[in-house]
């Protein structure tokens, strides 16, 4: 197989390049203090990234308002913000060859109970499910609070550009605010923000066009799109290659694909779309044609043959890695020298299917949070299954109300 497909350069729209295909996707890092400032851990980790060779690193979600988390530990870029923190970020990790992307991000419906008393959300619709009890019912936004939170989008986008990062990516997947507006299950909107797909992609829209107007032309923009909710009714692949079409038709630099959301975290397991190792391989073959910005397949790859395949069959235009590259943070340099074996790493487990069933796609995020905390240490991470750790330290972190079980209404 031809390694050298993984190291080829590759040029986004707007005219940037980029060095080889490897991706680091956002994970959340959660090392964040009171004041959602970006710390010296984070500086630390994204260096470790940035010398481990891979061509475009995304941070882990960066929250637009600080009312409104994702979890405990988030960075928080608004008004409020010391911007210097996030000058350090950019200044520790260039000058570099790779580039540095921050993903933006509001939660929505998503935001704990433990954070937030009442969520926004384009409907009053809330979570279902084994997550459900972690979570307020939220608020339907006002046209007027939607056009508040648009702007929220743009002003950390714009201050993120002037500050040094190299581009953002929006997240529009995973369940968060911009993802339930695009879903006609959390969208039950009757105005210009729900119904079709045109107005349930409007709220992205006009994220997207209000950044493009305030950043400078070699300053990316990318999306993180799902390809699928995977619950009947819901946000489809029909609906998603309309999504990529128009962002296309905007001038997207880039789009990466994923899938699922807390009810169905697809995004964490092996899709049944396709015998290769990555997710969602069928559907980003559907969106390259119909894409001139760059498709970033995440999801499930661990070994290299996979990877060169996906790029050789054009799966995807770049390789998106998250967890691989918190096992091992230098593992596209690991493929170009020869070196990188691909570790067994097994799924956590209680040992109880129901507490594995409800709460394994937290622990998985749990667990991985706490090994990037080993990784600034200059700790090794630790490889095991045990799922009682990341589960003890949610019930830490949210308090044991969050494990009893709610009566059904």
Known sequence: MNKNLLFNPITLPNGNMVKNRFFKSAMSESMAKNDHLPTENHFTLYNLWKQGGASIIVSGNVMVDRKHLGEP????????????????WT????PSDAHLWMQINHPGKQSPKSLTKVPLAPSSVRLKGGMKRFFNPPKAL??????IVIDQYIYTAQKAYEVGFDGVQIHAAHGYLVSQFLSPIDNIRTDQYGGNIENRMRFLKEIFIGIKKKVGKNFSISVKLNSNDFIQGGFSEEDSLYVIQTLNDLGIDLIEISGGNYENPVMSKASADSKE??????FSKRALNISNAPIVLTGGFRSEDAMIRAIEKNYTSMI??????????????????????????????TGFKTLDQKFGAMMGIVYYEQQMKRLVKGKPVKL???????????????GPASFIRKRTR
């Not at 530990?73 to 350090?88: C, E, I, P, T």
């Not at 200044?91 to 260039?94: E, I, K, L, S």
Request: avoid cysteine; aromatic fraction near 10%.
């Open 73 to 88: 530990g988030n960075v928080v870029l608004d008004k409020h913000s010391d911007l210097s923190a996030f000058k350090q």
């Open 91 to 94: 200044q520790t990790f260039h």
């Open 142 to 147: 006002s046209t007027e609070e939607i056009n």
């Open 277 to 282: 190792e990555g997710f969602f391989i069928e």
């Open 320 to 349: 998106g890695l998250g967890r691989p590259l918190v096992i091992t943070p230098d593992l596209p340099k690991k493929i170009h020298n020869r070196t990188y074996n691909n570790p067994e790493v097994k799924r956590l487990t």
């Open 384 to 398: 095991h299954k045990n799922g009682y750790k990341p589960l003890l330290h949610m019930l830490f972190t949210h």
